[in-house]
């Protein structure tokens, strides 16, 4: 299973490729409100770079980018076998569901327009104190 601490990251890092503004405000508050530091979300765009992540985190950050971003011949064999190392079968698959999803609310939102922060006290966003 992945944690929701995990899962907003990704959430939040496939969000920023697809550049769903919606789905960025959305998911840095929903983090907020589950306890993720404020400069860890900061570096979810430079996670390669910082040393704020742990190498499970990375694995399923450099999963959720491969998908995302699908390379022409599939997901080469490095990045799998590196991802393998830190995520059991079901985590794997999880994780993948996660990233489908999530990419999929992004061209939605993308596609609709939907305004960033305009659906927060639905949500229950507001407990991030981030509006």
């Keep these: 299973m992945i944690e929701a601490k995990l899962r907003h990251l990704v959430d939040l890092r496939v969000s920023q490729i697809n550049g769903c503004a919606f ?65 059991a079968d079901r985590e794997l698959s999880d994780l993948t569901f996660v990233v489908m999803a999530i990419n999929a609310w992004n061209r939605v939102s993308v596609g609709f327009r939907s305004v960033p922060g305009s659906r927060d006290a639905q949500y229950g966003l507001t407990k991030a104190g981030l509006s």
């Design 23 to 87: 789905c960025v405000d959305m998911h840095t508050k929903q983090a907020r409100i589950a306890g993720e530091r404020e400069l860890r979300l900061h570096h979810v765009a430079i996670w390669r770079d910082s040393p704020l992540f742990d190498a499970r985190e990375r694995a399923a950050l450099e999963w959720a980018e491969t998908l995302t971003t699908l390379p022409p011949h599939g997901v080469p064999d490095e990045i799998y076998d590196r991802v393998r190392q830190h995520l």
